[in-house]
């Protein structure tokens, strides 16, 4: 095995890397197709990963938050579309839902009023705003939601099997 990193500010690849107990040259056999000198070029921020590294690393490293990460962060266009998602416990998740949909059960007299003519006028500005705000909190949920979920099938806290096999009979 390599030597330790002793380094201050290291990357979240790295750290997720070495939470694994793996050497750069380990997780290049276990990636495949990441040689470890890029491996090392990445986590020194010499180089940013590509899609499909990133990709590959959340696969064998069993972290589907390194895409979301890698989205939010340093990819061009996901850093302006992207939101970042921090892992919650589901009780928080469900409960910042739930009170997301109670305030937009509130809200929703309101947006109809602003959006039944099509034009959103100077007056309803600042109410369009709080909701649009609201939807955006509801779809960070959503997507919070998702990446616990992709987390407990990775760590098979959830039966992967069952899961896509309920999952692809709804989607028919």
């Not at 070029?41 to 010499?46: A, D, G, L, S, V």
């Not at 589907?64 to 989205?71: D, I, K």
């Not at 919650?88 to 509130?106: F, H």
Request: charged share 30%; hydrophobic share 35%.
């Amino acid at each position: 095995m390599g030597r330790i990193s002793t380094k201050k500010n290291k990357n979240i690849y790295q750290i997720k890397r070495e939470e694994l107990g793996l050497s750069r040259e380990k997780a290049s056999e276990l990636l495949g197709t990441v040689p470890s000198e890029r491996i090392e070029k990445i986590e020194n921020e010499k180089t940013i990963a590509h899609p499909e590294e990133v990709l590959s690393m959340a696969e064998k490293y069993r972290m589907p938050n390194l895409c979301n990460y890698y989205c939010a962060n340093e990819c061009p266009i996901g850093k302006l579309y992207v939101p970042e998602i921090k892992i919650k416990d589901l009780s928080q998740i469900v409960l910042e839902m739930l009170a997301s949909l109670n305030l937009m059960n509130r809200k929703q007299e309101k947006l109809i009023e602003i959006t039944a003519d099509g034009v959103v006028d100077n007056n309803e500005i600042e109410d369009f705003i709080k909701i649009q705000e609201e939807l955006e909190r509801i779809s960070i949920t959503v997507e919070t939601l998702q990446m616990w979920t992709e987390q407990m099938l990775a760590d098979n806290v959830i039966d992967t099997e069952k899961y896509n096999e309920i999952r692809n009979n709804n989607v028919k």
